[in-house]
Nanobody, 122 residues
Framework: QVQLAESGGGSVQAGDSLRLSCGAS????????AAWFRQAPGEGREFVAANTPDVPPSTYADAVKGRFTISRDYANNAAYLHMNNLKPEDTAVYYC???????????????WGQGTQVTVSS
């Protein structure tokens, strides 16, 4: 069992940057694919980025490619989402997830955090 907790969300202006953190309850997390999803108001949850331990490259949604970067910190059982040049359409609740397969489908992920809100104003 792995528990995940996101942090780092907030309200920012368009063009700003944020770093989201995903902390895991155990080092078991380090053996899983780490992924980020997001859900905008009235929308379904969508894939943002995923990383397989020691297996590059990471995968990104087209909407965030070149602006967002996913990274891992194995010493601290954590994953991060570095978000640059934020746009109002990035406004959503962002979720961290872990699972055995690097995929864009949320069904591929076993463990989920509670989410952190990111609001980008123009």
């Amino acid at each position: 069992q792995v528990q995940l907790a996101e942090s780092g969300g907030g309200s920012v202006q368009a063009g700003d940057s944020l770093r989201l953190s995903c902390g895991a309850s155990s080092s078991t997390f380090n053996g899983y694919v780490a992924a980020w999803f997001r859900q905008a108001p009235g929308e379904g949850r969508e894939f943002v980025a995923a990383n397989t331990p020691d297996v590059p490259p990471s995968t990104y949604a087209d909407a965030v490619k070149g602006r967002f970067t996913i990274s891992r910190d194995y010493a601290n059982n954590a994953a991060y989402l570095h978000m640059n040049n934020l746009k109002p359409e990035d406004t959503a609740v962002y979720y961290c997830a872990a699972g055995p397969i690097q995929a864009r489908s949320e069904a591929s992920y076993i463990y989920w955090g509670q989410g952190t809100q990111v609001t980008v104003s123009s």
